[in-house]
């Protein structure tokens, strides 16, 4: 590769970035749907043809977006199941739980990009599937290797799930493999409760009612782990 061209590429990465951190910063003031590329290149001091030969329309602006946000969710979540010991499976749960909690506190725009309501008019492409699973692979992981290790004791509690769910749970093997249909339903149940309440905070459902957020998350993480059985934690928060 000759130097000029490798020279090319970097200042393409570049610009590339600079392109994507300025249009994150219009998220917090315009939202996903205000977005605009003319806008973006405006603060860049571009002509909006410039951008245009990166990002030919503003869903492909959205849709880099979106990749970057749940790679970075994604690995925020890797990163703390990796820092607890393997056999520690409610500890690992309340890690990753934090580190969700953690990474939407510190990038609300972009948790309201990916998890908040969907932008009129934009489909997302499969290209940001691989990305959007990241974080789920690594609840599944935990989930599947509890039940491995003969460490889930789930609780006698609540119906089984219908007939109608067999095909759902087939799906979600891809993620949970070698998990039974009734452990996959509550699992299901543990991902969705996580998210619930990290929206309902960072979107004001808890204001003026739940004042010590950080230690109601906790005690509510622990609870969806119970939930799958998930209850002999010697992994409280570092």
Not at 14 to 32: K, M, S
Not at 50 to 56: E, L
Not at 149 to 155: C, D, E, N, R, V
Request: aromatic content about 8%; hydrophobic content about 40%; overall charge negative.
């Amino acid at each position: 590769m000759s130097a000029s061209r490798t020279a090319r590429e970097r200042a393409r990465a570049e610009l590339t970035r600079e392109i994507t951190d300025t249009a994150r910063r219009h998220l917090a003031t315009a939202g996903a749907s205000g977005l605009s590329l003319r806008a973006v290149a405006r603060e860049l001091g571009m002509v909006s043809s410039a951008v245009y030969r990166y990002f030919p329309s503003r869903d492909d602006l959205l849709t880099a977006l979106i990749i970057d946000g749940y790679n970075d969710i994604g690995a925020a979540v890797e990163r703390a199941d990796a820092a607890r010991d393997r056999g520690d499976h409610p500890g690992r749960w309340l890690a990753v739980c934090h580190a969700v909690r953690d990474w939407a506190l510190a990038h609300p725009h972009e948790y309201a990009l990916l998890y908040g309501s969907p932008v009129p008019g934009y489909h997302a492409p499969r290209e940001t599937v691989a990305a959007a699973i990241r974080d789920t692979v690594v609840f599944g992981g935990i989930v599947a290797d509890a039940h491995r290790a003969g460490a889930l004791h789930p609780p006698d509690i609540g119906p089984t799930p219908p007939a109608s769910f067999g095909g759902d749970a087939e799906r979600l093997r891809e993620v949970i493999p070698e998990v039974p249909d009734d452990i996959v339903a509550r699992a299901v149940t543990m991902w969705t409760g996580l998210y619930g309440w990290v929206s309902f905070e960072l979107f004001g459902q808890f204001n003026n009612t739940i004042l010590d957020r950080a230690a109601a998350f906790d005690h509510n993480a622990r609870c969806l782990a119970g939930l799958v059985g998930l209850t002999s934690s010697h992994g409280d928060r570092d």
